[in-house]
């Protein structure tokens, strides 16, 4: 599934054009953090899920949390972040799909 067809809902929401521009002027703000990487989502509570668009981390997922800074990748691509945000539909932002699978393990 691509990001063109994933329906947003509560915690998962698609960045509309200004959004994503708005945030893409950040990026370039602060190149030697984000020059690499692409919002594509937001839970609307200040936090974003990215693609890295080139690098050794292409086509993977990073979380941007407006509380810490980590870009480490937590999903391989986009198609697999949409499966885990489907999969668990209950959960209403990727913090609750951690809480959740971490519990399970």
């Known amino acids: 599934m691509s990001i063109e067809d994933f329906q947003s809902?509560?915690?998962?929401?698609?960045l509309k054009e200004a959004e994503f521009n708005n945030m893409?002027?950040?990026?370039?703000?602060?190149?030697?953090?984000?020059?690499?990487?692409?919002?594509?989502?937001?839970?609307?509570?200040?936090?974003?899920?990215c693609v890295y668009f080139t690098g050794y981390h292409?086509?993977?997922v990073a979380y941007l949390s407006h509380d810490e800074m980590?870009?480490?990748?937590?999903?391989?691509?986009i198609s697999s972040l949409i499966?885990?945000?489907?999969?668990?539909?209950e959960c209403y932002d990727i913090e609750d799909i951690f809480k959740v699978q971490k519990a399970k393990n």
Request: aromatic share 18%; charged share 20%; hydrophobic share 40%.
């Open 9 to 14: 809902r509560d915690g998962f929401v698609v």
């Open 24 to 49: 893409m002027a950040f990026f370039k703000d602060y190149p030697e953090n984000f020059a690499e990487l692409l919002p594509i989502m937001t839970d609307n509570n200040s936090n974003y899920l």
């Open 58 to 60: 292409r086509f993977q």
């Open 70 to 77: 980590d870009l480490t990748p937590i999903y391989p691509n």
């Open 83 to 89: 499966q885990v945000i489907n999969q668990y539909s």
